[in-house]
């Protein structure tokens, strides 16, 4: 399937997993805490739905430290994006430097993989 296959689904199951677990923050300040579980449980199996057949569509072209750091750098882009556009707080100079340092984390994943 290619080895973007992995990233894509790695970004929409990360849009799932993001809103489960802040999206409630914004849109249901005021429900009830065991709903806000239930209906956030909700949301993460779809991201299952992505997450696992992205790590197995994954292993073909990754090592498996390699899918866990796309998926951190992926996760961090995601809520960043997510905290600017969806609750409305700034951006942070402190986001642009863990950034970097997953940049310096994926540099050494990448460096000698000959998958």
Sequence with gaps: MGKLTP???LFGSNLFMVYA?????KDMKNKALWLVILLSWGVAFFEYCLQVPA?????????LAQLKVLQEIITM???AGFCVWYLKQPLKWDYFWACL???GAA??????HAA
């Design 77 to 79: 882009l995601v809520f």
């Design 101 to 103: 340092c997953l940049v």
């Design 21 to 25: 677990w802040y999206g409630h923050l």
């Design 107 to 112: 540099f050494f994943m990448f460096r000698s």
């Design 7 to 9: 990233i894509l689904m």
């Design 55 to 63: 790590n197995r569509i994954g292993q073909a072209s990754y090592t």
